[in-house]
């Protein structure tokens, strides 16, 4: 039988220890996508037979709505609680980034990213709102979803939007459990300091992990005269090393320090028993979180970026000029090209159009 899960490698080698020819060999290592091998499996084929009827499978998908593809290596073994605790007690820092679809988060899946949080910076990023503040609890489900569908290996966070925790605990456990149920989270994330502490505790109680969010609160910017460097004065970096002891106590298994001094960042994480994730906070947190398309370079030129991102793409400028050569192509006519249409033979179209002149 064909082993579920063997590489184009080993596919060859199975071929050559059943002394298939050499034609087989190639067709059998060129088959190892998952597809073909879920249809062999299933179909309890032998691998002659299989390569045969999983190819002709394959070519009946005449529609661009196809799958994202198969995946590019072994699969990484699921990040848990236990791993992010794991990576905290050995000092290796948590990598963790921004998704708001299925694409984004696939892209950060297959490339090692422990934590996906899928961000309420979707409002601006995603949906084209002014600030977080405008999004719902239903676009970030829905959002989640999808993250939710491509993150296989990474730990899945929901961001609470505005609106949906500060009323009260209950409130917020509420809104929790349907991000885990609906949403597909194994998170969640709120902002808040020493004041949600009681909210904090009540998720975490029922078997939610919380990563809390201090520093800068996006949601609250209008409280914090805009979006500005937090605990800047030793008062203000007090404070927020108290809001980190505070939600540390409540049962959160990491906090976010958005926009605090470095060596602020640093003290506190020295001061915590539980992760730190910084943006915009320095190198001495026990992680780092950006969102996506900032890093990527997937925005259009001029747009305002912020002191602590680094740019390391530019997809923006790629996808334009990818825009661009096929709208000249398809004002040229040279798109589509006789490579890119289904041929029909000549004596079936010769009797089409001898039909359709009777029409």
């Given at each position: 039988?064909?082993?579920?899960?063997?590489?184009?490698?080993?596919?060859?080698?199975?071929?050559?220890?059943?002394?298939?020819?050499?034609?087989?060999?190639?067709?059998?290592?060129?088959?190892?996508?998952?597809?073909?091998?879920?249809?062999?499996?299933?179909?309890?084929?032998?691998?002659?037979?299989?390569?045969?009827?999983?190819?002709?499978f394959l070519q009946k998908r005449h529609s661009s709505h196809s799958p994202m593809g198969t995946q590019s290596g072994p699969p990484r073994?699921?990040?848990?609680?236990?791993?992010?605790?794991?990576?905290?007690?050995?000092?290796?820092?948590?990598?963790?980034?921004?998704?708001?679809?299925?694409?984004?988060?696939?892209?950060?899946?297959?490339?090692?990213?422990?934590?996906?949080?899928?961000?309420?910076?979707?409002?601006?990023?995603?949906?084209?709102?002014?600030?977080?503040?405008?999004?719902?609890?239903?676009?970030?489900?829905?959002?989640?979803?999808?993250?939710?569908?491509?993150?296989?290996?990474?730990?899945?966070?929901?961001?609470?939007?505005?609106?949906?925790?500060?009323?009260?605990?209950?409130?917020?456990?509420?809104?929790?459990?349907?991000?885990?149920?609906?949403?597909?989270?194994?998170?969640?994330?709120?902002?808040?300091?020493?004041?949600?502490?009681?909210?904090?505790?009540?998720?975490?109680?029922?078997?939610?992990?919380?990563?809390?969010?201090?520093?800068?609160?996006?949601?609250?910017?209008?409280?914090?005269?805009?979006?500005?460097?937090?605990?800047?004065?030793?008062?203000?970096?007090?404070?927020?090393?108290?809001?980190?002891?505070?939600?540390?106590?409540?049962?959160?298994?990491?906090?976010?320090?958005?926009?605090?001094?470095?060596?602020?960042?640093?003290?506190?994480?020295?001061?915590?028993?539980?992760?730190?994730?910084?943006?915009?906070?320095?190198?001495?947190?026990?992680?780092?979180?950006?969102?996506?398309?900032?890093?990527?370079?997937?925005?259009?030129?001029?747009?305002?970026?912020?002191?602590?991102?680094?740019?390391?793409?530019?997809?923006?400028?790629?996808?334009?000029?990818?825009?661009?050569?096929?709208?000249?192509?398809?004002?040229?006519?040279?798109?589509?090209?006789?490579?890119?249409?289904?041929?029909?033979?000549?004596?079936?179209?010769?009797?089409?159009?001898?039909?359709?002149?009777?029409?």
């Open positions: 039988m064909f082993p579920i899960g063997a590489s184009a490698r080993s596919c060859a080698a199975v071929a050559r220890s059943t002394r298939l020819n050499s034609s087989l060999i190639s067709a059998v290592a060129a088959s190892s996508s998952s597809l073909t091998r879920s249809y062999i499996a299933s179909s309890n084929l032998h691998v002659p037979n299989a390569i045969n009827n999983a190819s002709s073994k699921k990040v848990t609680m236990s791993t992010i605790k794991s990576l905290y007690q050995k000092g290796e820092p948590i990598a963790m980034i921004t998704a708001h679809d299925f694409p984004s988060a696939y892209v950060a899946d297959q490339n090692g990213m422990d934590i996906v949080l899928v961000g309420d910076s979707l409002a601006m990023v995603a949906l084209g709102m002014e600030d977080t503040n405008e999004v719902e609890v239903e676009d970030m489900l829905l959002h989640c979803r999808s993250v939710a569908r491509a993150a296989k290996s990474s730990f899945t966070v929901g961001d609470l939007p505005m609106g949906s925790y500060e009323i009260s605990p209950e409130q917020a456990l509420a809104t929790a459990i349907r991000f885990v149920k609906e949403g597909k989270a194994q998170s969640v994330k709120l902002e808040g300091g020493k004041e949600f502490a009681p909210t904090i505790r009540k998720i975490t109680t029922a078997g939610i992990p919380v990563l809390a969010h201090i520093g800068l609160t996006p949601q609250r910017q209008n409280a914090l005269g805009g979006f500005r460097v937090q605990g800047k004065t030793s008062a203000g970096a007090m404070s927020i090393l108290e809001d980190a002891l505070a939600v540390q106590a409540a049962g959160a298994f990491a906090v976010v320090l958005e926009a605090v001094p470095a060596e602020v960042a640093t003290l506190i994480t020295q001061k915590l028993s539980i992760p730190t994730i910084g943006i915009g906070a320095g190198n001495g947190c026990s992680g780092q979180v950006l969102v996506q398309i900032d890093l990527t370079g997937n925005f259009p030129p001029g747009r305002f970026m912020p002191k602590f991102v680094k740019k390391y793409g530019d997809i923006w400028s790629e996808s334009a000029r990818a825009v661009v050569a096929y709208r000249d192509e398809v004002k040229s006519k040279q798109f589509p090209a006789p490579e890119h249409t289904y041929p029909m033979p000549a004596e079936e179209f010769e009797s089409f159009a001898k039909a359709a002149k009777d029409l």
